[in-house]
């Protein structure tokens, strides 16, 4: 069973995500555009409004920010710890908490340093998770939009955000040494014995869920957000149509020059 767990599942569970994912963003590339969905004033130069309008709302969440306040907080919180929180897996893992040594830091200092920061984005990360599942509980609006894979996603990350924390603040540390072997076999195709922590076992094999189950889940948004916005930064169309016009598709070249 930890063979498979540690040897087979992460390769099965990396091509899956990454051959569903191609497939859904190739499916998104044939859906014919027949004219401009623009939903707002087009950006005023050709390529670095563009660019700026796309940037904003991949960082910032703009569109969200002007909805809803509330839920922009929430949602601009959980993007940005867990984004934190997969760096610091790589660094951390990589220099064995020693990353931040390049700075100028002791290795006990920086290690101290990767423990604190750790730790906040971690909170921080399972604090959203719990606010935006209770908004879902709490609000009857989105109670009612909601469906059960809403609820499987909140708590599949809520479970690996759990027991990450566990593992750093429960006193039975995980051996980063035999994590970073164990992540460098992986990488090379010369796979090692997973380590045997109950934690981080439970911990790898949620990730590896996650993994398989998100091309065909709404967090692929992460990837479709790039695909919307350019269709949503086009000029918008001219109404009314005049008699006998044809309407462009968003992506021509007289439809990038058209200013708004």
């Known amino acids: 069973m930890l063979f498979f767990v540690g040897q087979v599942l992460p390769y099965i569970a990396a091509a899956v995500f990454l051959v569903a994912t191609l497939l859904r963003l190739a499916g998104w590339l044939r ?7 623009t939903l707002g004033p087009s950006a005023r130069r050709r390529g670095l409004g563009r660019i700026m ?5 991949v960082i910032f969440f703009d569109s969200l920010r002007r909805g809803d306040r509330m839920l922009w907080l929430w949602a601009w919180l959980l993007h940005i710890s ?3 929180i997969l760096v610091g897996h790589v660094a951390g893992i990589s220099y064995l908490t020693r990353q931040f040594m390049p700075a100028g830091l002791s290795a006990e200092a920086s290690s101290r340093l990767s423990a604190i920061s750790g730790t906040i984005c971690g909170t921080v990360l399972l604090a959203a998770l719990v606010a935006l599942f209770c908004r879902r509980m709490v609000i009857a609006e989105v109670r009612r939009l909601s469906c ?30 035999a994590v970073r072997a164990y992540a460098a076999g992986l990488l090379t195709l010369h796979p090692v014995p997973i380590p045997r922590h109950w934690a981080f076992i439970s911990h790898f094999i949620l990730v590896n869920i996650l993994l398989l189950y998100l091309p065909s889940s709404k967090l692929i948004h992460m990837a479709g957000i790039f695909f919307g916005r350019a269709l949503v930064t086009q000029p918008p169309p001219v109404y009314p149509t005049p008699t006998g016009a044809r309407c462009r598709p968003s992506f021509t070249p007289e439809a990038a020059g058209h200013e708004s």
């Open 82 to 84: 867990l984004i934190l």
């Open 31 to 37: 859906v014919p555009v027949p004219f401009p969905l």
């Open 148 to 177: 059960a894979a809403d609820y499987f996603l909140l708590v599949l990350l809520v479970a690996i955000a759990v027991i990450g924390m566990y593992m750093r603040l429960g006193g039975d540390a995980v051996e980063l040494a």
């Open 53 to 57: 309008a796309v940037g904003r709302e």
